[in-house]
């Protein structure tokens, strides 16, 4: 069964502005991490973060982790047209097995 | 350090043959997980293995699907009598450990059954 919930299921947005998608999910984790996957590749690993985090930045990425509403949001910045791909985010057990939300598809315009 | 290695990158077989889908970790990497997506949709696990042991297939269906990772060689995911339902991306993942480690994965193996 899928873990988490992503929102929105599609984002279009200009060159420059902000994304932001969001991730909920429903049972405890060890971690909480986000891929991105662009169409017909596969998938690239984009930032962890630990269930006793609540917020982590990696370049233009920011992740927030808020255990207590079992969500998550990634934010990027001044996006870029190379940003356009889909963004998963994935629970993470203790034994690494992951669990996929269904993804959000980003559009960024040039 | 080449990355995970999966082969073939895209596999046609017709309904009632088989399917072989292959996976090398990274260097190091003990740790392999099997997952499959469909169009449109998100990764869904299917098998966690260690090398020569099976650690977790909840995600496997219980019939035709089984997957190895012998002491030796590349982690295999075999599909018998393959169905159209079959048709997907199956990608292969590698870490070095288990909690709080990244996943590396492979460009994945589209399977098409005719």
């Known amino acids: 069964s899928q873990q988490g919930e992503e929102d929105p299921q599609a984002l279009s947005i200009q060159e420059g502005e902000n994304a932001t998608m969001n991730c909920s999910y429903k049972t405890s984790i060890n971690n909480l991490q986000w891929y991105r996957q662009n169409s017909g590749r596969g998938l690239v690993h984009l930032i962890l973060i630990r269930s006793n985090e609540r917020e982590k930045h990696s370049g233009r990425l920011r992740v927030t982790l808020d255990t207590s509403k079992k969500s998550s949001s990634l934010l990027i910045t001044a996006s870029r047209a190379a940003d356009t791909a889909s963004y998963f985010c994935a629970t993470g057990s203790n034994t690494g097995k992951l669990i996929f939300g269904q993804g959000t598809t980003l559009q960024v315009k040039p | 350090n080449a990355g995970v290695m999966q082969n073939p990158r895209h596999l046609v077989r017709r309904r009632g043959q088989e399917a072989r889908l292959r996976c090398s970790p990274m260097k190091g990497h003990s740790h392999v997980y099997w997952y499959r997506q469909l169009p449109e949709e998100g990764l869904k696990f299917m098998v966690y293995?260690?090398?020569?042991?099976?650690?977790?297939e909840s995600g496997m269906p219980k019939e035709r699907f089984s997957a190895e990772f012998p002491k030796e060689g590349p982690s295999i995911l075999r599909i018998q009598q393959v169905v159209r339902g079959d048709s997907a991306a199956y990608f292969c993942?590698?870490?070095?450990?288990?909690?709080?480690?990244?996943?590396?994965f492979g460009q994945g193996t589209r399977l098409t059954v005719v």
């Open positions: 993942a590698s870490s070095y450990g288990t909690e709080n480690t990244e996943a590396f």
């Open positions: 293995l260690q090398k020569e042991n099976i650690i977790d």
